[in-house]
């Protein structure tokens, strides 16, 4: 993985990496060590090329496809920092994605319904739907709307970049309770990218992996998340490659 010519720079040094339905993942890391190029270069953003390696979903070749067929084939991306998009509505955002996603609009009567009861099971007052995406919303009300996507959209492999960051206990506890309405269906792989193991106190990963300078260096259960809040990530440290995502 390296950024567009002129500007070259390898960041990830190679990642062997299996979610099936069902399972949560934990990819957990320093600073700079590569975690969120990972997310982006999944998800198919420009500023990286895949230089080797192979990308599948269900047997299909996802770098071959562009970023809206990565979508439609079941990939789902949930920003570390989610941007304002004036001009465009929560609910016809959501709308559309939903479409675009099933191949087919929902029908009206019934979409309504789902979308007031994904917004109000992630606390969020129901005329968020009618304001500009994301737009004056706080960090916490960006993270849930990023929660209320995942649950209408339900992705067969979500890939979650420090959703936790930003957030206060309480609506930490809410997005979490989200994740794991998610998860809980057996339909959806997670993959969850975070520094801390606060969030992991509320979404239990099956697989933890160690990420550091652009590689997976060690994995395990959960309790080697709680071995990192001890020990933190200095002894994975010595030697490591200059990621920096």
Same mark, same amino acid.
């Given at each position: 993985?390296?950024?567009?010519?002129?500007?070259?720079?390898?960041?990830?040094?190679?990642?062997? *990496?299996?979610?099936?339905?069902?399972?949560?993942?934990?990819?957990?890391?320093?600073?700079?060590?590569?975690?969120?190029?990972?997310?982006?270069?999944?998800?198919?953003?420009?500023?990286?090329?895949?230089?080797?390696?192979?990308?599948?979903?269900?047997?299909?070749?996802?770098?071959? %496809?562009?970023?809206?067929?990565?979508?439609?084939?079941?990939?789902?991306?949930?920003?570390?920092?989610?941007?304002?998009?004036?001009?465009?509505?929560?609910?016809?955002?959501?709308? =559309?994605?939903?479409?675009?996603?099933?191949?087919?609009?929902?029908?009206?009567?019934?979409?309504?319904?789902?979308?007031?009861?994904?917004?109000?099971?992630?606390? %969020?007052?129901?005329?968020?739907?009618?304001?500009?995406?994301?737009?004056?919303?706080?960090?916490?009300?960006? @993270?849930?709307?990023?929660?209320?996507?995942?649950?209408?959209?339900?992705?067969?492999?979500?890939?979650?970049?420090?959703?936790?960051?930003?957030?206060?206990?309480?609506?930490? #506890?809410?997005?979490?309770?989200?994740?794991?309405?998610?998860?809980?269906?057996?339909?959806?792989? *997670?993959?969850?990218?975070?520094?801390? =193991? #606060?969030?992991?106190?509320?979404? @239990?990963?099956?697989?933890?992996?160690?990420?550091?300078?652009?590689?997976?260096?060690? !994995?395990?259960?959960?309790?080697?998340?709680?071995?990192? !809040?001890?020990?933190?990530?200095? #002894?994975?440290?010595?030697?490591?490659?200059?990621? @920096?995502?």
């Amino acid at each position: 993985m390296k950024l567009p010519e002129g500007d070259l720079k390898p960041i990830l040094a190679g990642v062997d *990496l299996t979610i099936r339905a069902g399972e949560t993942h934990a990819i957990m890391g320093p600073n700079g060590s590569g975690k969120s190029t990972l997310a982006y270069a999944i998800a198919g953003h420009p500023r990286y090329e895949v230089t080797g390696g192979t990308l599948t979903l269900d047997g299909a070749d996802v770098l071959a %496809m562009t970023v809206d067929e990565r979508a439609r084939a079941g990939l789902f991306l949930a920003m570390q920092h989610p941007v304002e998009v004036p001009g465009v509505s929560v609910a016809n955002f959501l709308r =559309t994605a939903k479409t675009a996603v099933d191949g087919e609009a929902p029908k009206l009567r019934t979409w309504v319904g789902e979308l007031r009861g994904a917004m109000e099971r992630l606390q %969020m007052d129901p005329t968020f739907a009618q304001r500009n995406l994301n737009e004056g919303f706080s960090g916490g009300e960006k @993270k849930r709307h990023e929660i209320v996507q995942l649950e209408v959209l339900r992705p067969k492999i979500a890939i979650l970049d420090e959703t936790d960051s930003g957030l206060d206990i309480d609506a930490l #506890r809410v997005v979490s309770k989200g994740i794991n309405r998610v998860r809980d269906n057996g339909d959806t792989g *997670l993959l969850l990218i975070t520094h801390f =193991t #606060r969030i992991l106190q509320y979404v @239990k990963p099956e697989f933890v992996h160690v990420f550091v300078g652009g590689k997976i260096v060690e !994995e395990g259960g959960s309790e080697l998340a709680t071995k990192l !809040e001890d020990e933190g990530y200095e #002894r994975y440290l010595a030697g490591a490659g200059p990621a @920096k995502a």
